[in-house]
């Protein structure tokens, strides 16, 4: 089976811009988070969902927001993009909530 | 709140020798804990967890685990670090009442000398 898969791969915009990262889950995986790792720094988790419902956000601001398909593929939107941004955004599915797993990534460049 | 600290930002072992990675964690009940390790420009890949039973766990690529609640620690270990060790380690805490939402520690790069 395919793992956890993240478009594009990498991603170059200015700031002000707005940029739609997208994940697909493992096949029969209804959850999806999404975290935010700043180079250097732990992943911060920003949002969780299941079944198309929002479950959890992180401490982020509304520039960022997400979506969840009925495919249960998701994408992450973050608007008025700022240098702050720059990060690799890490998409992880799960079944249950003692595993999850991680794609391979959107890294994320603002100039 | 819930946290994961990382003392060691950077540690550097010599290939064959054993090792040991801290991370000590502050929760309020018992959490999952999780270690995962990140190559360069990858995502996350699962070592090992811990959520009950048995306080050392086994993991993949000869890897361990104790988890000491009165230390609130959930060190890793590795008994013979191989050059393919190299590479960005993470301990997590699960918290299961959020859907399994994990708070990491800042990470421990670990470069293995020939």
């Known amino acids: 089976d395919a793992g956890v898969t993240q478009s594009p791969t990498h991603l170059i915009k200015t700031r002000g811009q707005h940029v739609t990262l997208r994940c697909s889950p493992i096949?029969?995986?209804?959850?999806v988070s999404w975290y935010q790792q700043v180079l250097g720094q732990g992943p911060q988790f920003i949002f969780q969902?299941?079944?198309?419902?929002?479950?959890g956000r992180g401490n982020f601001p509304d520039r960022f927001s997400a979506r969840q398909f009925p495919n249960y593929s998701s994408e992450l939107n973050v608007n008025a993009l700022l240098l702050g941004d720059s990060a690799l955004y890490l998409c992880?599915?799960?079944?249950?909530?003692?595993?999850?797993?991680f794609g391979p990534g959107t890294r994320l460049t603002v100039l | 709140a819930q946290s994961v600290t990382q003392p060691d930002i950077h540690i550097t072992v010599s290939e064959g020798a054993s090792l040991e990675l801290r991370c000590n964690y502050s929760?309020?009940?018992?959490?999952?804990l999780f270690w995962y390790v990140q190559s360069p420009g990858q995502g996350l890949q699962l070592l090992l967890k811990?959520?009950?039973?048995?306080?050392l766990v086994q993991g993949i690529k000869g890897f361990e685990a104790e988890f000491k609640r009165s230390q609130s620690s959930f060190n890793l270990r590795k008994p013979s670090v191989h050059w393919s060790d190299a590479a960005e380690y993470f301990c997590?805490?699960?918290?299961?009442?959020?859907?399994?939402?994990?708070?990491f520690g800042q990470g421990t790069e670990l470069s293995v000398k020939p």
């Open positions: 992880a599915s799960s079944t249950r909530a003692d595993r999850q797993f």
């Open positions: 096949s029969g995986h209804k959850s």
């Open positions: 969902y299941y079944e198309k419902e929002e479950r």
């Open positions: 929760y309020g009940a018992t959490p999952y």
């Open positions: 811990y959520f009950s039973g048995d306080t």
């Open positions: 997590a805490v699960g918290l299961y009442n959020q859907g399994g939402k994990l708070i």
